[in-house]
């Protein structure tokens, strides 16, 4: 439901303001799955999907209270636009800041320790 | 087809699973990132066997007074995996066990396009030109009614108008029925919110 003039990346700058919520998530990953597949970052994106991906289907089906929804999305919006400002500005992703973006993911989602 | 009185008990009866099995109250993060203080999982009562009887007789019967009244027929039903499933499906057997040889069928809507082969989004009996109501289980803001309604569209089909289990009266049948899309409530929020009987909130 994006703009027709609007850009991928207008468009993914739009979905990561304000919070985040499943719907936003799921089109997120949609757009991140189509980048991927369609410049030279490939692995970056293909991360930032499966980020977006994994979130949306925790948040899927779920009785979330408004303090455990801030706890499942803390901190993911704010890395994915840091890793995005910098595709945009053409720079390479290294491996730790993709690796520092799932472990956020990770222990948003209380993953880690079981 | 059901008498006024028949229908109206099996409602009723609905009503009172859907409160019972399905809402609950706190303070809720609804999947379009809005607060709520009313959560309703419809998923628990439309795959409830003895739930999902009733969501196909009464689905059958708005189905069918709403097509005769749009002097529509109607090919398919079916909505967004996975809400609308259980629904579309319980509406297709009431369909053949009221009127058997019926041929109304059902489809499911992917979220996304499969990533290989056609890259269709909607799955199961449904082809280009078919006439289907769209359905859903909640409708809060309408997002995945309307994507229900546009990947029908983009393949070939045309909306009649839509059905869904509950409506929670907070813009979405609005922005709906502004597309241009009749919009049928089983039941409101209001309804659910009479049904349901006082007790501690949900933490």
């Not at chain 2, 066997?49 to 189905?63: D, R, S, Y």
């Amino acid at each position: 439901m994006s703009l027709p003039n609007e850009s991928p990346n207008q468009r993914l700058r739009k979905l990561l303001q304000g919070s985040l919520s499943q719907n936003k998530l799921e089109e997120l990953a949609r757009l991140f799955d189509l980048l991927a597949q369609d410049r030279a970052t490939v692995l970056p994106c293909f991360v930032l999907h499966h980020v977006c991906r994994r979130l949306a289907v925790a948040l899927d089906g779920e009785a979330v209270t408004p303090q455990r929804f801030g706890e499942l999305t803390e901190g993911i919006a704010e890395r994915i636009t840091l890793i995005l400002m910098q595709m945009e500005k053409g720079r390479t992703i290294s491996e730790q800041e993709l690796e520092s973006l799932v472990v956020q993911l990770f222990s948003n989602l209380a993953l880690f320790g079981r | 087809m059901l008498t006024s009185t028949a229908l109206a008990n099996q409602k009723s009866e609905l009503l009172e699973i859907l409160v019972k099995k399905s809402v609950k109250r706190g303070s809720f993060t609804l999947s379009s990132g809005a607060t709520s203080d009313l959560y309703v999982n419809c998923k628990l009562t439309a795959l409830d066997p003895q739930a999902a009887l009733l969501v196909g007789a009464i689905g059958w019967e708005l189905l069918k007074g709403t097509a005769a009244e749009m002097n529509l027929r109607v090919n398919a039903v079916g909505g967004l995996t996975m809400g609308a499933d259980p629904i579309s499906l319980s509406i297709g057997i009431a369909a053949q066990l009221d009127q058997p040889g019926n041929p109304l069928q059902t489809f499911t809507v992917r979220k996304t396009a499969k990533e290989h082969g056609l890259r269709k989004r909607i799955e199961g009996n449904f082809v280009e030109g078919d006439t289907v109501v769209v359905v859903d289980d909640v409708v809060t803001t309408g997002g995945s009614t309307i994507q229900a309604i546009e990947a029908v569209e983009a393949e070939g089909g045309k909306v009649a108008f839509v059905i869904v289990l509950v409506d929670r009266q907070e813009g979405g049948r609005e922005n709906i029925e502004r597309r241009g899309y009749k919009v049928v409530p089983f039941f409101t929020r209001a309804d659910v919110l009479a049904e349901r009987k006082p007790q501690p909130a949900f933490a």
